[in-house]
C-alpha cells in the first residue's frame, strides 16, 4: 500500500468518526428540543385550564347572603315530611338539624306553614334522630308553602328549603235545588198515581170477589129446611 492511499484511508475513517459524532449530536439536540416542546405544551395546557376555571368562578359578596342565614345558625341538612296533606290528611314533618361548628347549640326548630286560612308556627321536639311535629289536615284548598327554622341558643338563625303543597278543588258538580225540586215532586206526584191506581184496582177486585162469594152462598139450598 502506498502513502498516498493509507492517507486516503486515515481520512476517510477520520471523516466517518467527525459524521457519526455529527449525526450523535444533533439527534441528541432534536430528542432535547422535542422534550422542551412537550414541557411547554403541558405548562400551556395547564394555564388554560386554570384560567377558565377563574372565569367560571363567580365573586360573592356579602349581599348575596341573608342576614339571618348567619355562619353559625344550626345546619338544616334536610326536611320533608310524611303522609299525605295533599289529600286534606294529617301529616308528620321531620328535620334533620345539627349544631353548626362553633355554634353555641340549637335553641328551637320551627315548622311555618302559610296557606288558605292557615297560618302555623309549631315547635318540633327531637326524638333522638330527627326534629318532629305532627301537623293537623289542612281545612280546605289552595297551596300552601312549608318550610323549617332552627335557631341556637345566640338567637342566630337559618330557614331550610321550601317545599310547596297543593290541595285541588273538588270537582264533584253543585246541586241546585231550583232545578232538581221540581223533577223530584213530579217523580213523586206521578209514584203516587200509580199506587193510588193500584189501591183502587184491588178494592175493586176485593169487593167483586165478596160479591160472587155472597151470590154463591145466597143460592144454595138451607141444610135446615130440608
Known sequence: MSLVQSIRLMCDVITARISG????????QVITMARLQIKMGVVLVFLT????????ITPTT?????PSQASTAPNIWDWGYTGRPNASEAFSVWANVTVHEGGLGIANVT??????????????TYNGSFYVVNVDAF?????????????DINGESRDGRTIYITIEEDDKPTVDPRLTLPVVVSTSMV??????????MYDRRQIELEGQAS??????PDINDS
Open 139 to 151: 281545612p280546605n284548598p289552595g297551596e300552601f308553602l312549608l318550610y323549617v327554622t332552627a335557631v
Open 191 to 200: 209514584i203516587a198515581v200509580i199506587v193510588i191506581m193500584f189501591a183502587l
Open 21 to 28: 459524532l455529527i449525526k450523535q449530536k444533533i439527534l441528541e
Open 111 to 124: 315548622i311555618n306553614i302559610s296557606g288558605p286560612n292557615v297560618t302555623i308556627h309549631d315547635l318540633m
Open 62 to 66: 356579602a349581599s348575596d347572603f341573608e
Open 49 to 56: 385550564l386554570l384560567m377558565i376555571g377563574t372565569f367560571l
Open 215 to 220: 151470590s154463591l152462598h145466597a143460592d144454595s
